[in-house]
């Protein structure tokens, strides 16, 4: 163990060096660009002994990072919003051919309007193309949850690729003191990487992804399905075995200070310590609140969510991302579905886009408000939470027709 | 991992799905042929996707990846990179896409390996149109043929694909055409021999979307030689070399005549064609003198 000073962008470099990366395919794109960048420094001095292939796209980053997998090698790459856009039809290739990879997606708004900063509407998007996903809340667990994705992707019950997801600038851009586990110690707990299933090899030849009718396509899909399945208890072991290495405890989802709460808030990322600090202050003040925090996405955890959210009568749903057209953002439809049948009233907050700072005051609004509803004080709460009230007039050009 | 269930001459199973008289299937065995089984192939969606397979079944007896449209190029860089970082320089990789998959879609990601110098060959058959989806044009479909999305007859020429990837200082590249397979199997030898990336861009021709006779390929195919339509030529290491005679080209007419897809040009079309051509050919020949 040593303790280095490493933002979320190096936390993640580090975690692919210490699992040996051994092809890198690298575009550059804010705010991932450092990713890259560390990466081809690291290759260039002899750290990583990998292939570095600057790609011209992000379609073909992630096309040579998934066929390089399936060669049985260890392949890496990193990208953000539009850049994860663009992977798009790459993405559904890497995790039907389950190809077990584990790429940093540093969250940033997808353009229109175009935004350099923070939101979660990028991973969203692919949050049903088979992979999974882990969002973080500090620099710490930015190199904790990659090292351990290492672990859950590549085992022959999942077989499934993960994005580990971290807040732009606020975690990829943020210096944070962090305990980094040694080499051996990581040799030890990853290994090399061993291909299963499919594979290419000139002395074991195989086809790969030629044409499915619909006699197995459903089937293909249902073991992919079978594999997310798997996913708590492969987590859940490694966690366990991670633990015992480094002291750290890394959960599919957290309950902070929720066993007296009167009302609780749901979260992803790096909002989560803000909306921590928050509890604390207000618990001082006599306002008993929590946080839950949800590192597993995708598969969502839905039997742990139900459990943990039973006691509570008032739940707070942040989405920050706006789930346009949906009944409410991805991460509330996935609450409200979990708690099917219970009787909850989970309110939907949405806000942080673009890289809208998701401060103190805003949570603790949100708490208020979860509180007045929950002491029958209110009925409404207000949905898009940090949005400005002359929103509707913002740039508007007035026309004579 | 390969069952064999009939045992067929070469890498490539006797019985495949390809049109009667089609020019791809030519290249394929051709290029088969030449590379051997230490050699991996990646094959996007198209025409070519009938050796990737169907279902349990495959048409190839080398291992394969079927990719995207757009990233032939970029899959094999990936299975070049893995097998670099394995210290395995021997394998060959082979990406073999068609004209769209090329010239249209895939034309970044060829563009990204070719200017990164990858060892990867790649070979675009070129049956000028997305002929798997039903005969719609591509930037490859020459000025005055008629496909679906061009149903009377494509306004604009070619887009000129060898001339791209030279342009990125390439160690090879050439053209070839089915009608002379020796010659093309030479060339793919000779694209697999240099220290880089190499291109062959193959004239495949095709009796479904070209509405011609299937038993009339390789007469198709060498009247596109003999009349300029369709030039063959290499460029090694900064030098041309023309691969036919330049003095001989024949009337468009006896390449155009035996095709539907033509059908609908006018007299004035024809003039306007054979003027293209000549001044192509000259514009050709003249780099290569």
Known sequence: ?401 | MLEVKHQSKGLVSHGVSACAGCGLEIVMRSAMRVLGEDTMIIIPPGCAALFSGFGKETALKIPGFQGNLENSAACASGLRAALNAKGNTHTKVLAFAGDGATVDIGIQALSGVLERRDKVIYICYDNEAYMNTGIQSSSSTPQFASTTTTPAGKNTGRKDLVQIAISHDIPYAATASIYNIKDLERKIEKASEVDGPSLVHVHAPCPTGWRYDPSKTIQVARAAVETGCWIQYEYENGKYTLNYNRKALKPIEEYVGLQGRFKKMSAEDKKTMQENVKAHFDKYTGKMI
């Open chain 1, 1 to 401: 163990m040593a303790y280095k000073m490493l933002d979320g962008n190096s936390a993640a470099v580090e975690a692919m060096k210490l699992a040996k990366v051994q092809v890198i395919s690298a575009y550059p794109i804010t705010p991932q660009s450092s990713i890259s960048e560390k990466l081809a420094d690291l290759v260039a001095d002899g750290t990583i002994k990998a292939e570095y292939i600057r790609v011209e796209s992000e379609h073909s980053a992630l096309s040579v990072a998934t066929t390089a997998c399936l060669v049985g090698v260890r392949a890496a790459t990193a990208t953000a919003s539009n850049g994860l856009a663009l992977m798009h039809e790459v993405v559904g290739m890497t995790s039907g051919n389950r190809v077990p990879i584990v790429m940093p997606v540093v969250n940033r708004g997808i353009a229109a309007p175009w935004t350099l900063w923070c939101e979660h509407g990028d991973a969203m998007s692919e949050r049903d193309m088979g992979w999974l996903q882990f969002y973080c809340q500090n620099v710490q667990e930015v190199l904790d949850m990659t090292l351990l994705a290492y672990k859950i992707c590549e085992d022959y019950r999942v077989q499934l690729p993960s994005m580990v997801c971290l807040d732009g600038f606020f975690l990829s851009h943020s210096m944070q003191k962090i305990d980094v586990p040694t080499q051996a110690s990581m040799d030890q707990f990853i290994g090399p990487y061993i291909p299963k299933n499919a594979f290419l090899d000139t002395s074991d030849p195989m086809f790969i992804c030629d044409l499915t009718s619909p006699d197995e396509y459903t089937e293909m899909r249902y073991q992919q399905k079978k594999a997310m399945d798997n996913v708590f208890e492969v987590f859940e072991e490694y966690a366990k075995a991670y633990e015992v290495i480094t002291g750290r405890k890394i959960q599919i989802m957290e309950s902070y200070k929720t066993e007296d709460a009167d009302t609780v808030l749901v979260a992803l990322g790096s909002m989560c310590g803000t909306a921590k600090h928050v509890v604390n202050k207000m618990r001082a003040e006599g306002r008993k609140v929590g946080v839950i925090k949800i590192v597993t996405f995708r598969p969502f955890p839905f039997e742990a969510i139900r459990e943990a959210l039973k006691p509570f009568k008032v739940i707070g749903v942040f989405d920050r991302s706006a789930g346009l057209g949906g009944q409410g953002g991805p991460l509330w439809s996935e609450i409200t579905a979990a708690m099917n049948g219970l009787n909850a009233d989970i309110r939907h907050f949405v806000g942080g886009l673009g890289g809208r700072d998701v401060t103190e005051t805003t949570i603790e609004k949100i708490f208020n408000e979860l509180l007045d509803i929950q002491s029958g004080k209110s009925l409404n709460h207000t949905q898009w939470i940090d949005t400005k009230e002359n929103a509707m007039t913002l740039r508007e050009v007035t026309v004579k027709c």
